[in-house]
């Protein structure tokens, strides 16, 4: 028997990564200073690595981001950005050492990665192949993009150079709800802009949709659902929409989501579950497969991850002041913010710095951290974990590690079938609650550490 879960509230945090970047901390604090590159490198296993390099740059920024990215760029600072990017990648090749190093995949993020020129974007995959030493052609690559800034050369460079998926940020198709989350945009220049993507041959198309904007309802979320299909996108991201502080809705206050205290967070909580519930089950009847809460695939539609690339266990190597590494004891990247000025000021600092065999900042990763993120990251994707996998990295079982996390969720009926040796997966409505199914699964100190973050 199940207990109810209306007491949970289902939007708390989006968990794509562990440790959440606000627990981490400085690493020139410690009493050996930061830690060198190649010491963290030089025992982990290099022949499944991920590349991801950062962009921090948007021509507007939405009422919903938190992304570490500014508004606009003089031509002079992309070339500093690049510059930097360029010592950056130099040093980190070096710091993983004489041995051979293989990259599964490949991703340019932000920010938005086509505010680079075309020229500039050359540049940037010179730096992931000649630097890196990433074969751009030969492994999936995905860059993010935007309306204005998906142009024909920009996305020519980016097919010829490799890339097999373009994700758009559309979050809505009803002008109206896009002045409404902030986003100034116009669906003709959307629409014409995804016809570009689709010119440019590129395998995979993305579309990011948003649902619990202010004045969204049923038919107009439908109407966004049914004007995105009609793309045939191989993928659809499905998000709710959040307002954290420092961005423009949290700023707005009162007008930026649909009223203020416990009852209308709890109308707004039912609202965007409502929009959830409807936007999952017209894909499913359209032909698409659910991923996690927030992705689904066409059916028959391309993967982007390469086979043997496992986001729980390999390592990931971030380029770029707004990305993360992880290796397996060390989780490290640059200071984080949201403020503009402070991003201004890291983006400075970051151009002109001339020593990257240090790490800056970051959280150490102990065995139970390690599991706890194992957990997380299989539990939150709709093929669930399997406990045999899990058994073989750590010798024990999840059910012995944690016990009552996963009582609760058993409980709750977010979870499928009897604790046998089969794999852990969540049933429909644990998806739908994977907001609030992730955030319980933090352990003690990083719950504490990111409670004593300081945003900024």
């Given amino acids: 028997m199940t ?23 400085p690493l020139g604090a410690r009493p050996t200073g930061r830690p060198p590159l190649r010491e963290l490198w030089a025992a982990e296993r290099k022949d499944a690595l991920s590349l991801y390099v950062h962009i921090p740059f948007c021509e507007v920024r939405c009422g919903f981001c938190n992304l570490f990215t500014r508004i606009g ?22 710091a993983l050492g004489d041995g051979p190093v293989r990259f599964a995949a490949a991703a340019f993020g932000g920010g938005t990665p086509t505010f680079l020129t075309a020229a ?46 373009v994700s758009i940020g559309v979050q809505s198709f009803v ?32 579309i990011d949709l948003i649902y619990g904007i202010d004045g969204q309802t049923e038919a107009t979320w ?57 936007g999952r089950d017209h894909l499913l009847a359209e032909g698409y497969e659910q991923v996690s809460m927030r992705m689904f695939r ?46 201004r000021g890291i983006i400075d600092a970051f151009t002109t710095t001339p020593d990257f065999t240090r790490a800056e900042v970051g959280r150490y990763v102990d065995d139970d951290e390690a599991r706890r993120r194992h957990l997380l990251q299989s539990l939150l994707q709709a093929a669930g974990l399997e406990r045999a996998e899990y058994r073989a990295r750590f010798g024990t079982d999840p059910y012995e590690d944690f016990p009552s996390e996963l009582g609760r969720f058993a409980a709750r009926g977010w979870l499928t079938g009897p604790a046998d040796n089969g ?18 699964l933090f352990s003690p100190a990083v719950r504490a550490a990111m409670a004593s973050y300081e945003a900024k």
Wanted: with cysteine; aromatic share 6%; glycine share 6%.
């Fill in 120 to 165: 500039e974007l050359e540049r940037l995959c010179d730096i992931a192949e000649k630097r890196m030493g990433a074969d751009l052609r030969s492994v999936p690559l995905s860059v993010e993009t935007s309306p204005s800034t998906a142009t024909a050369d920009r996305l020519a460079v980016l097919a010829d150079r490799g890339a097999t998926r």
């Fill in 298 to 343: 066409r059916t028959g539609a391309p993967h982007e991850g390469p086979d043997d690339y496992a986001c729980q266990t390999d390592g990931m190597i971030g380029l770029g002041c707004g990305a993360r590494s992880y290796t397996s004891s060390l989780h490290y990247s640059f200071d984080y913010a949201v403020e503009m000025r402070e991003i």
């Fill in 3 to 25: 207990v109810a879960t209306s007491a949970v509230r289902p939007y708390q945090s989006y968990v794509y990564a562990y440790p959440h970047k606000t627990a981490y901390r």
């Fill in 222 to 278: 439908r109407a966004s659902l049914d004007a995105a299909l009609a793309w045939r996108p191989e993928e659809l991201y499905l998000y709710p929409l959040y307002v954290r502080p420092l961005t423009g809705l949290g700023r707005l206050g009162a007008a930026s989501a649909p009223g203020t205290g416990a009852a209308a967070d709890a109308a707004w909580d039912d609202q965007r579950l409502r929009l959830y519930r409807a």
């Fill in 175 to 206: 002008d109206d709800e896009a002045r409404a989350a902030v986003r100034p945009q116009r669906r003709a220049d959307v629409e014409a802009a995804l016809g570009r993507i689709r010119d440019a041959g590129v395998p995979v198309l993305n």
């Fill in 423 to 440: 794999p852990l997966r969540l049933s429909p409505e644990g998806l739908a609650h994977s907001d609030a199914l992730g955030p319980e």
């Fill in 73 to 94: 760029a003089p031509q002079e600072l992309t070339t500093r950005y690049l510059d930097a990017l360029d010592r950056q990648a130099d040093a980190v090749r070096d």
